[in-house]
């Protein structure tokens, strides 16, 4: 009898064992066993330095982007506009360097900003008027499409200086550029989020909003500033794309949306427990990265890209959502 107790606890002690694993690693396994049978698979192009290279590359910008998503899922909101901020930067950055003829550092500058604002405003329409985040954030993401087309006569605006489409296609020691703005502004972020008192009012916000006002902090502050990180990196993202492409490009940066919602959830399923975070954010994009790359060398089919990236969201929530449980019940 007491042997089967024993064996019994031994038993309950390993499945909650696993479960923590799961909840803290889980994801971190799985882009190790994705990279080990992709190198397996395809071991004369995969595991090539070129290769890690482009998949470094292609994580960048969504990485960016999903670096600002961060912030506004830690505060406990979200933001649906991102793709469309990126891709109406985009246009914005190339229309004023060819109609109105900036130089291409006053054009970077004025487009950031614009950024910056756009966050803002859907920031105020959160937390001064009230309306709901998804709302708002759609809304004033799809009047931005409208804009766009109405700045430009065509939904392409072409004409960039050859030293503008140099800034993201250029490498340093082989390394293409947009991977170390990636490393330099998923560094600041994570500075702020960890290491500043902001980054502290941030995660006391989205733990529990009425401790956090209680406790004095002000909290429409900390949510304006969230919103307006996250149009900060859209706008760096949408800068980046104008740049790789050539042109600025209504629709462009769309995408971008579901991919940065599926990285920032798989990340909150990694090292903490249901917690949105920059480190399991960088994580859930190279799971992404590596997928899809590893998926094109293979030969996959195009329309297998769009099931990958909608199963990978359905998982990275659902994940998300156990460990959330997980934590809630130890």
Not at 3 to 31: A, C, E, M, P, V
Not at 79 to 87: C, E, F, K, P, R
Not at 141 to 158: N, Q, V
Request: with cysteine; net charge positive.
């Amino acid at each position: 009898m007491g042997n089967h107790k024993t064996s019994r606890t031994r038993q309950i002690d390993w499945r909650r064992l696993g479960l923590l694993f799961l909840s803290r690693y889980g994801t971190i396994f799985g882009l190790v066993m994705m990279i080990i049978i992709f190198s397996v698979m395809a071991p004369t192009t995969f595991p090539s330095r070129a290769n890690l290279l482009n998949i470094l590359s292609q994580a960048s910008l969504t990485a960016i982007i999903a670096s600002g998503l961060t912030y506004t899922l830690v505060v406990g909101e979200f933001d649906l506009s991102i793709g469309y901020v990126a891709s109406f930067i985009g246009l914005i950055v190339v229309g004023l360097m060819s109609y109105q003829g900036f130089p291409i550092w006053l054009s970077i500058i004025c487009s950031l900003a614009i950024g910056i604002g756009l966050g803002l405003i859907n920031g105020t329409l959160v937390t001064k008027i009230r309306i709901n985040a998804v709302i708002a954030t759609l809304g004033l993401g799809t009047m931005l499409t409208g804009i766009g087309y109405s700045y430009s006569a065509f939904p392409i605006a072409t004409g960039i200086p050859r030293e503008f489409t140099s800034i993201a296609l250029t490498r340093q020691f082989g390394v293409p550029n947009p991977v170390f703005f990636m490393a330099g502004i998923l560094l600041i972020l994570w500075i702020i989020l960890n290491k500043t008192d902001i980054g502290q009012k941030m995660q006391a916000v989205g733990s529990n909003i009425e401790a956090a006002r209680l406790s004095g902090i002000r909290v429409d502050r900390i949510k304006m500033f969230a919103f307006a990180t996250a149009g900060f990196c859209s706008a760096i993202t949408g800068t980046l794309l104008s740049s790789l492409l050539g042109s600025g490009t209504l629709g462009v940066g769309d995408g971008y949306l579901l991919d940065a919602f599926a990285a920032v959830f798989l990340g909150s399923a990694t090292l903490r427990e249901g917690e949105f975070h920059i480190v399991g954010t960088l994580i859930g994009v190279l799971i992404l990265a590596v997928g899809f790359n590893g998926l094109a060398l293979l030969g996959a089919p195009t329309h297998f890209q769009p099931i990958f990236k909608g199963g990978i969201l359905i998982l990275a929530v659902g994940m998300s959502t156990l460990a959330r449980r997980y934590a809630a019940s130890h």
